[in-house]
C-alpha cells in the first residue's frame, strides 16, 4: 500500500509539473494573402463548411478549447495540428506551387471518398464538424470545379507530373 501511494504521489507530482509546459497557440491568421481563396474562387456554403469542419486543424484559424491547456492532451492535440497543417494549410495554400494546389484538392476528394475527415478523435469532441452526404457532394463539386478552372487557365505540365 505504501508503495501505491508513492507513485500515485510522483505521478500526481509528474503531472502539474508537465502543466507549465505548454506548446505554443499559433495566433490567428491575420494575413490572408495565402488564403485559399486568394487563388480559387469559395463559395460561402463552401467557406462555411471548411470553417466548420477542416480550418481547426488545416488552418491558422485553430480554435483551442479549454481542454489544450491540460497537458498531455494538449502536446497530442498540437502535434495532430502540425501535422495536419503540414499536409494541407488553407491559409498558406496561395504559397504553394501549382502542382501542390492541384494535387491537395485531388487529395481532398480522396479524403472525402474515404471518410477519413475529419478524423473520428475529432469527431468526439466536435459533432458538428461531422460532414452530410450533401456537405460532401458540394466540397466534391467545388473541388473538381475547382480543377477544372485550374487545367483550362494553367498548362497541364505545371499541375502534373509527366507519367512515363
Request: aromatic share 10%.
Amino acid at each position: 500500500m505504501k508503495i501505491l501511494k508513492a507513485v500515485l504521489l510522483v505521478l500526481f507530482i509528474a503531472f502539474i509539473a508537465i502543466q507549465f509546459f505548454r506548446p505554443a497557440k499559433v495566433p490567428a491568421a491575420t494575413d490572408l494573402s495565402g488564403d485559399i481563396s486568394t487563388v480559387i474562387p469559395v463559395p460561402e456554403e463552401v467557406v462555411a463548411t471548411l470553417r466548420q469542419s477542416c480550418y481547426d486543424c488545416h488552418s491558422n484559424e485553430t480554435r483551442y478549447p479549454w481542454y489544450y491547456e491540460i497537458q498531455p492532451v494538449g502536446w497530442w492535440m498540437e502535434d495532430h495540428v502540425d501535422e495536419a497543417r503540414n499536409h494541407l494549410n488553407f491559409s498558406d495554400f496561395a504559397n504553394t506551387s501549382l502542382r501542390r494546389q492541384y494535387h491537395k484538392l485531388e487529395e481532398i476528394t480522396e479524403q472525402l471518398d474515404l471518410g477519413e475527415m475529419p478524423l473520428p478523435s475529432y469527431l468526439i469532441a466536435h459533432r458538428d464538424a461531422e460532414l452530410s452526404p450533401d456537405q460532401k457532394s458540394m466540397l466534391r463539386r467545388w473541388v473538381e470545379a475547382s480543377r477544372d478552372t485550374m487545367r483550362v487557365r494553367y498548362p497541364i505540365d505545371s499541375l502534373e507530373r509527366r507519367r512515363n
